[in-house]
């Protein structure tokens, strides 16, 4: 079975009914150690996926890629949490390739660990089938606080290079909180095929209009292990602009809105 096979599973949405557990209390940024994928006969787990889930306190954003062809796929929504169940409304989600824009919730039973906690879902329909998914988490948050602290949409982009300015054409997310930030975009070439980034890692704020993102992972291999020194600008509480300098004097700038329930 293909890594690719459980990436895919990761998109497709199910709902189910859950046990009562411990209350959960979600917020926070979990690494996820292995991954599991039955069909009530076999039993095949991963341990090379990289995948970051962040949970602010109204939203969910996870990321993740192959590290052997760095395909990778992201999705973001709400959430609510009850007793050993965390119920994701997805707003939109990519996989490489392919992109959804119809909303839709899938239910997760949560059992917490001494590392974190353990995502399951119990039964998810694939190409005529039913699988059951199992993700262990370790906590990588954070409680370091910060202004950009939520889960934020894309509504402008451009680059700036002289006296020229290019209007960049995409559909971007990025959530930070608890110390690690994410962001996740789809566009389309010139061939109009469509394309999927994602990246995430640890932030810090340096004073209140300049912030240092360190990125681990990426589909992105000129960004793995670099740092870059952003600086950010809050109009009101629910929107920001963030600009990046490069070393030749070109800039890129986002404009991002708050997401909000």
Not at 194 to 214: D, P, Q, R, S, W
């Amino acid at each position: 079975m293909k890594l690719l096979f459980a990436i895919a599973l990761l998109t497709i949405l199910s709902c189910n009914n859950a046990e009562k557990k411990e209350t959960m209390s979600m917020p926070g940024a979990y690494n996820m150690l292995s991954q599991s994928v039955s069909d009530g006969k076999t039993d095949t787990s991963y341990t090379d996926l990289k995948q970051l889930k962040i949970y602010t306190d109204d939203y969910m954003m996870y990321a993740n890629m192959n590290p052997a062809d760095s395909v990778s796929a992201f999705g973001i929504g709400s959430y609510s949490a009850d007793t050993g169940t965390v119920i994701e409304n997805v707003v939109y989600n990519a996989s490489d390739t392919s992109e959804n824009t119809n909303p839709g919730n899938f239910t997760v039973l949560i059992e917490k660990t001494a590392k974190g906690n353990t995502q399951v879902l119990p039964e998810i329909e694939y190409q005529g089938q039913k699988w059951k998914l199992t993700e262990e988490y370790e906590s990588a948050g954070t409680s370091a606080k910060s202004p950009l602290d939520g889960a934020w949409k894309e509504i402008k982009s451009y680059t700036i290079k002289g006296k020229d300015t290019t209007i960049q054409k995409m559909t971007q997310y990025k959530t930070y909180f608890a110390g690690h930030f994410m962001f996740g975009h789809t566009y389309r070439d010139s061939a109009n095929k469509l394309h999927t980034g994602i990246g995430y890692g640890t932030f810090e704020m340096n004073g209140a209009n300049k912030v240092k993102e360190k990125v681990t992972t990426s589909t992105y291999y000129q960004i793995r292990g670099q740092s870059f020194d952003i600086d950010i600008e809050m109009n009101g509480a629910d929107e920001f602009k963030q600009t990046i300098t490069d070393t030749t004097g070109d800039r890129t700038v986002e404009v991002y809105t708050r997401m909000k329930k």
